[in-house]
């Protein structure tokens, strides 16, 4: 089925940096969600954006919805260990239809 | 407000058996959808219910079935398992228009 172009795949990053990913897409959206994944549990909404340049911050995370609709980019700043796990973004036409996500970008912070 | 509860948590069946997995919604929430999660993929989407119908489908093969009860709780059938089915089955459940909130998963494994 139809995916997001989601990356970076995985991302090693030192503790207290700044951390970036993104989701593009062929089709536009209306809803673009930001969900964490930690192993063997169920995604976690993060950030949740509505409207075509909006930026919203959930406390270290930052996302904002591409201008272009086509696209989605979420920020980590100083992170830390309990950063670690995989980010998915999912975008979302209207409520009658069914979300669609990107393959996750998992985040491995080196000892 | 209880999050959504998914049960078993694990199970192991052989190949050719058939299973049943269930998905208790967040009280209020009349949408369940199904995913499926194999290692390092995303998440793909098996079907959603609301109101008791099926309202959208993935572009999984007629063994994978669901139905949705009046007080929303909702199952999930897989017949005739394949080792291929082995995977991470997550629920989620939604108000209507609104985000969707994700249980733990039933970790499935074919042998």
């Known amino acids: 089925g139809q995916q997001l172009n989601q990356s970076p795949q995985s991302m090693f990053i030192q503790e207290g940096e700044d951390v970036s990913m993104n989701c593009t897409s062929s089709s536009i959206f209306n809803t673009w969600l930001w969900y964490k994944q930690d192993p063997g549990e169920g995604p976690v909404l993060l950030i949740a954006?509505?409207?075509a340049g909006e930026l919203t911050s959930n406390g270290r995370l930052t996302a904002q919805f591409g201008i272009t609709r086509k696209d989605s980019f979420l920020n980590i700043s100083a992170s830390i260990p309990s950063d670690v796990g995989i980010y998915f973004c999912?975008?979302?036409?209207?409520?009658?239809?069914?979300?669609?996500w990107g393959a996750g970008t998992k985040l491995i912070i080196k000892p | 407000k209880a999050g959504v509860t998914q049960t078993p948590r694990y199970l192991i069946k052989t190949r050719g058996q058939q299973v049943t997995l269930s998905c208790s919604p967040i009280?209020?929430?009349?949408?369940v959808s199904w995913y499926q999660q194999t290692p390092g993929q995303g998440l793909q989407f098996l079907f959603e219910?609301?109101?008791?119908?099926?309202?959208n489908k993935g572009n999984f093969p007629g063994r994978f079935s669901g139905r949705q009860f009046s007080n929303s709780r909702s199952e999930m059938n897989v017949s005739t398992l394949e080792l291929g089915d082995s995977a991470l089955y997550l629920c989620?459940?939604?108000?209507?228009?609104?985000?969707?909130?994700f249980g733990p998963g039933t970790r499935l494994l074919v042998l």
């Open positions: 989620a459940s939604s108000s209507r228009g609104e985000t969707q909130y």
């Open positions: 999912a975008g979302q036409w209207d409520s009658n239809y069914q979300l669609i």
């Open positions: 009280s209020g929430h009349r949408s």
């Open positions: 219910y609301f109101s008791e119908t099926q309202r």
């Open positions: 954006l509505y409207k």
